[in-house]
């Protein structure tokens, strides 16, 4: 059983050809699971990288490995595996799709009034 944002085996078995690296020369790599187990943690539970707990290893390098995927594109791989695996298994019902503004907070001054205080506009 995974703990607490950790992966299932299932959903690391659906996604480790996207990850995992074949190195051949160098400093072995840390287990791309327990990364990405890290990473999961840190954006799961809003704490900084710098609080994540000791068992992920070095936060430095979860989150440099956390910037390579992101800008590999890895994550938007996952997602569009993930998206197409629910549908074939009919579990994403696209009739009920939406986006609420309600949940976006926005400042005075995007709807064009300036800061309290602040100068007025000449």
Same mark, same amino acid.
């Given at each position: ?5 950790? %992966? ?6 659906? &996604?480790?050809?996207? =990850? ?6 160098? +400093?072995? +790599?840390?287990?791309? +699971?327990?990364? %990405?187990? /890290? =990473?999961?943690? #840190?954006?799961?539970? /809003? $704490? ?7 068992? @992920? !290893?070095?936060?430095?390098? #979860?989150?440099?490995? @956390? ?5 590999? /594109?890895? @994550? ?6 993930? *998206? #197409? *695996?629910?549908?074939?298994? !009919?579990? &994403? ?5 939406? =986006?609420?503004?309600?949940? #976006?907070? $926005?400042?005075? $001054?995007?709807? !064009?009034?300036?800061?309290?205080? /602040? %100068?007025?506009? *000449?």
């Amino acid at each position: 059983m995974a703990k607490r944002y950790e %992966l299932s085996d299932s959903s690391w078995e659906m &996604i480790k050809d996207l =990850i995992a690296q074949d190195q051949k020369t160098g +400093r072995p +790599r840390n287990d791309d +699971r327990l990364m %990405l187990s /890290g =990473i999961l943690w #840190v954006l799961c539970s /809003g $704490a900084a990288w710098r609080d994540m707990p000791e068992r @992920f !290893g070095p936060w430095s390098t #979860v989150y440099q490995r @956390f910037r390579d995927w992101r800008n590999r /594109g890895t @994550f938007d791989q996952m997602l569009k595996r993930l *998206r #197409v *695996r629910l549908n074939e298994q !009919g579990l &994403i019902d696209l009739d009920t799709w939406m =986006i609420d503004s309600t949940a #976006v907070r $926005a400042t005075r $001054a995007s709807s !064009g009034a300036g800061k309290k205080g /602040g %100068l007025k506009n *000449r």
